[in-house]
């Protein structure tokens, strides 16, 4: 049985994917799957994340395994990855839907972050949208959520319009998160009890209540 693919999509840029992309992908392994990413982004973020991971912690101890792909290779390359891994975490460029359509129609599930802000709100439709015309199903995240804030609500219910669901789990804006991304970690690695680590592990069990429901 092909494992799960999940290719976390947005159309706008900054908002978090490959930091949700590498963080998800480490807490499925860190629950025991065996785990690919897929870096479909040219400007290879999660690949140089990846290399620091290796020189942090040794080639053999990353606990994932890495690809690249483009354009419509990343379709390919997801599901022959997908035969031989419990789960596949796609990481996609903030471009065109030629760009994007090949992971997403590949996925099991499409993970949208989107920031507390007008503009992400905005930009996330096209991507459910591009989900919609390949019917894949999608799942909304709150991502980089400031403390106490009260657009943070009125974002909420915005995203309640949008036509897929909006995850419980809500990601802190937390400055762990980019501190672990520097040094090829995860911050789940660097503060295992702390809050974002706690958020994450949340994150994966309710992507994985998601896609497995499909």
């Excluded at 606990?63 to 419990?86: C, I, K, Q, V, Y």
């Excluded at 802190?172 to 702390?194: C, E, H, P, W, Y």
């Amino acid at each position: 049985m092909a494992g799960l693919i999940i290719t976390v999509a947005q159309q706008k840029g900054g908002s978090g994917k490959t930091t949700m992309s590498a963080h998800l992908a480490t807490a499925l392994a860190y629950s025991g799957m065996s785990v690919a990413i897929l870096d479909c982004d040219p400007q290879g973020s999660l690949g140089e994340w990846f290399e620091a991971r290796e020189q942090a912690l040794g080639e053999d101890e990353t606990g994932l395994t890495f690809r690249t792909a483009s354009g419509w290779g990343a379709r390919r390359e997801a599901r022959n990855l997908a035969g031989s891994h419990d789960a596949v975490v796609i990481d996609t460029p903030p471009k065109t839907d030629t760009e994007a359509r090949p992971a997403i129609e590949a996925a099991t599930l499409v993970v949208v972050p989107v920031q507390p802000s007008p503009m992400d709100v905005w930009a996330c439709g096209s991507t459910i949208a591009l989900a919609g015309k390949e019917r894949t199903p999608a799942l909304l995240v709150l991502n980089r959520v400031p403390p106490r804030a009260a657009i943070t609500e009125e974002m909420a219910d915005a995203l309640s319009e949008i036509d897929a669901p909006l995850a419980k789990t809500r990601i802190g804006n937390r400055v762990g998160f980019a501190g672990a991304m520097k040094q090829g970690l995860v911050i789940m690695d660097t503060d295992r009890s702390g809050k974002g680590a706690k958020e994450m592990e949340a994150l994966r069990a309710e992507v994985m209540k998601e896609a497995r429901a499909v």
